[in-house]
């Protein structure tokens, strides 16, 4: 099992930065294939950045070249650095593990993971 926590959501102005982390435990997220979804109101979940075990990383198009998407194996988290927040960026943002290490393919569906953090509101004002 691998229990994740999100943290530092807010409320920030457009253009405004925030950055998210996700503190994992239980098991380690080295050789682990992590993502970041979020949900708007009214909306499906969606995509935002996978970080493949391998170090690669996959962005969503309307957030390239705003946000930025890492990992630090020895604190095992994962983190989200957004910056130039847009008022489309308010979401619920939750992390999200594979199961597996050292999966194939870039997993960029919700049922590619299972496990999922409670997530943290960001809420971007115009």
């Known amino acids: 099992q691998v229990q994740l926590v999100e943290s530092g959501g807010g409320l920030v102005q457009a253009g405004g930065s925030l950055r998210l982390s996700c503190a994992a435990s239980g098991r380690t997220v080295s050789g682990r294939t992590m993502a970041w979804f979020r949900q708007a109101p009214g909306k499906e979940r969606e995509l935002v950045a996978v970080i493949h075990w391998s170090g690669a990383i996959y962005y969503t198009e309307s957030v390239k070249g705003r946000f930025t998407m890492s990992i630090d194996n020895a604190k095992n988290t994962v983190s989200l650095q957004m910056n130039t927040l847009k008022a489309e960026d308010t979401a619920v943002y939750y992390c999200?593990?594979?199961?597996?290490?050292?999966?194939?393919?870039?997993?960029?569906?919700?049922?590619?993971?299972?496990?999922w953090g409670q997530g943290t509101q960001v809420t971007v004002s115009s």
């Open positions: 999200a593990a594979d199961d597996s290490l050292y999966s194939s393919g870039w997993l960029r569906s919700q049922g590619d993971y299972q496990y």
